[in-house]
């Protein structure tokens, strides 16, 4: 029998600390809820003494999901534990994930701490985690640049002290596969308490090897592999949890555990995050992107018709592809709408949201011949977000005539209130910012204007993503709209939106 492999999904944490991907509390539980459908073994719901909205979204995440087990990071400081362990405190299986710095260099330049001061403060704040909880992970931060027999001290200190997880982090995205499988190895061999804790690999994508390595830590003995969709995550991201999953169940005469992971809801999820965090797929991005399993040249083609072994490893459904039929039209009703996001998964509170997103259907279906599953999923989005929203899109007109300066006058809801203005621009994107620039009290800087398309076809939803900067603070925005021009002030409104709600919020690793 082979054994678990244990997935700890960290989007919501080490996802959200990429610039620009901070979520709101409610996208947070979407995804969460999405996570334990997939039947993700832990979810990292954020660290909670980033800031109050992240600890009421861990609170929140904590009372809801049931299946999976939701943890919170916390650095090895007091006030950290105890906050992690008060969001954690009506969670079915609650876990608390402390880290400290053991590379030389993190502990000289950043903590300042001699290697016997972060052994005595590992211990100490393990312990505490355990008087929360009895499931606690311990990380030794920048573990692949560290010394391997200060490592082995301070992983035996900490699994003493009751840590049920260890896990290593490739920081900094520095190793290298066989070396960093060597490393879990002789960790695992060394330790002398080892066996009384599961070990873990967390790596990032530095030089694009964060899969590898994580597969080979699996190798070498990891039985939990911290992942998050699309590979979302700080810098060039983590270990993205499609690629581990799909290569340990499509290779299982190489490994010999397996994972829970229900991968028919891959492709949904990923969709979701993407959604959400105005991070797009690149086409040729293996499992979800565009392109995956896409067969273009004749030659290929053929081959797959005649038998999808010559040129497919994986099969398309298995990971949700061709899930996206043709849903739903406009002579369908509130009954055919209902059970199709029920059957896509899509949780919604029907009491307050089923009405405005039938009615959102219906003027979609009016613009928009045929309605496809990704459609529904931006509606509901498009739903959600606005009932938290500061600013409001009430009304936009734009003109535009070749030779001449275009026009948006623009009315927007701000507080409730509505404000109306007129502005030109160089088009009509830039006359709509500029227009929208005029009736806010901040002047954020656009960093990324893209534009994309959600389904085929001319009709289809436009999907505009941008990233604005302010104070230092980066944001994305999404907005959608068949008119791209509209979806353009909806993303921009968005994103101003999450400015406004995003401020104080401490990162964990500085
Ligand atoms: O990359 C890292 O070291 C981390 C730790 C907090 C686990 O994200
Ligand atoms: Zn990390």
């Known amino acids: 029998m082979s054994d678990k492999l244990i997935i700890f999904d960290t989007t919501l944490r080490d996802g959200e600390q990429s610039p620009g991907a901070s979520m709101t509390k409610d996208e947070k539980i979407r995804i969460a809820k999405a996570l334990e459908k997939m039947k993700v073994d832990v979810i990292e719901a954020g660290f909670a003494a980033a800031s109050k909205g992240d600890f009421e979204a861990i609170k929140t995440i904590a009372n809801t999901v049931k299946d999976s087990t939701v943890c919170s990071l916390a650095r090895a400081l007091d006030k950290d534990i105890d906050i992690a362990g008060k969001a954690l405190k009506?969670?079915?299986?609650?876990?608390?994930?402390?880290?400290?710095?053991?590379?030389?260099?993190?502990?000289?330049?950043?903590?300042?701490m001699t290697p016997e001061q972060v052994i005595t403060q590992a211990i100490h704040a393990v312990k505490r985690a355990r008087k929360y909880s009895n499931d606690v992970e311990f990380s030794p931060e920048d573990a692949g640049r560290s010394d391997q027999d200060f490592l082995c001290k301070l992983i035996e200190a900490a699994i003493s002290a009751g840590a049920t997880t260890i896990n290593i982090p490739d920081t900094v995205g520095y190793n290298i596969p066989h070396q960093f499988g060597a490393t879990i190895k002789s960790l695992i061999e060394r330790v002398p308490n080892s066996d009384k804790a599961i070990f873990s690999a967390h790596c990032h994508n530095d030089l694009g090897l964060a899969v590898a390595n994580s597969l080979s830590a699996v190798l070498n003995g990891a039985r939990q592999i911290e992942c998050t969709i699309n590979g979302l995550g700080e810098r060039a991201g983590n270990t993205s949890l499609e690629e581990i999953v799909m290569a340990v169940h499509t290779r299982q005469d190489v490994f010999s555990c397996n994972t829970n992971i229900e991968t028919s809801n891959i492709l949904s999820i990923s969709r979701l995050v993407s959604s959400i965090t105005g991070f797009v797929v690149q086409p040729n991005k293996a499992i979800v992107g565009a392109n995956a399993f896409a067969h273009e040249a004749g030659i290929h083609q053929d081959g797959v018709i005649k038998h999808r072994e010559t040129y497919e490893i994986m099969r398309a459904e298995d990971v949700g592809w061709h899930a996206n039929q043709l849903v739903l039209g406009k002579h369908s009703g509130r009954n055919a709408l209902k059970v199709r996001l029920q059957k896509l998964g899509i949780e919604i509170d029907y009491e307050t949201e089923f009405n405005k997103i039938f009615k959102k259907f219906k003027e979609l279906a009016d613009k928009k011949h045929e309605i496809f599953d990704e459609d529904l999923q931006i509606l509901v989005s498009d739903v959600q977000i606005h009932s938290t929203n500061i600013i409001e899109l009430v009304s936009l007109k734009t003109s535009s005539q070749?030779?001449?300066?275009?026009?948006?006058?623009?009315?927007?809801?701000?507080?409730?209130?509505?404000?109306?203005?007129?502005?030109?621009?160089?088009?009509?994107?830039?006359?709509?910012?500029?227009?929208?620039?005029?009736?806010?009290?901040?002047?954020?800087?656009?960093?990324?204007?893209?534009?994309?398309?959600?389904?085929?076809?001319?009709?289809?939803?436009?999907?505009?993503?941008?990233?604005?900067?302010?104070?230092?603070?980066?944001?994305?925005?999404?907005?959608?709209?068949?008119?791209?021009?509209?979806?353009?002030?909806?993303?921009?409104?968005?994103?101003?939106?999450k400015t406004l709600k995003n401020k104080n919020k401490v990162h964990p690793q500085i």
């Open 90 to 112: 009506n969670a079915n299986s609650g876990r608390i994930h402390t880290f400290i710095a053991s590379s030389d260099i993190h502990m000289r330049m950043k903590l300042q």
């Open 402 to 497: 070749t030779g001449k300066k275009n026009q948006a006058n623009i009315v927007l809801s701000i507080d409730g209130k509505n404000n109306t203005t007129t502005a030109q621009g160089s088009g009509a994107v830039d006359a709509t910012f500029i227009a929208i620039n005029n009736l806010i009290e901040i002047e954020p800087v656009l960093q990324l204007y893209s534009v994309s398309n959600i389904t085929k076809g001319a009709d289809s939803i436009g999907e505009v993503s941008v990233r604005l900067e302010h104070n230092n603070n980066i944001v994305n925005g999404q907005g959608t709209d068949t008119d791209i021009i509209v979806a353009s002030a909806k993303a921009y409104i968005n994103a101003l939106n």
